[in-house]
């Protein structure tokens, strides 16, 4: 959630101005769009089911060193995969 807090910061700003901002991610970063007040539009349901996050986080706590950024980059891949396909 640490990159979502800045930009909920920014696109409240650009919604003060008069913008029309919609968050599109995963489902789960869908209550946190809500409570920043921003739209949200939601990509890779199938591949992401409630609590996915959780155990992919929980996940790559037990790697460390290459393991860890392999596995994050494969994270990283399946998430702009998505994000192209659905959004």
Do not use: C, I, K
Request: charged fraction near 15%.
């Amino acid at each position: 959630v640490g990159h979502l807090n800045p930009l909920g910061t920014f696109g409240r700003e650009l919604a003060r101005r008069g913008h029309r901002v919609s968050v599109v991610s995963t489902p789960g970063a869908g209550p946190w769009a809500d409570r920043a007040g921003l739209g949200f539009l939601p990509v890779g349901a199938a591949e992401h089911a409630d609590g996915s996050l959780a155990a992919a986080l929980a996940r790559l706590a037990g790697l460390a060193g290459a393991r860890a950024l392999l596995f994050t980059t494969r994270v990283l891949l399946t998430q702009n995969e998505v994000v192209l396909r659905d959004g």
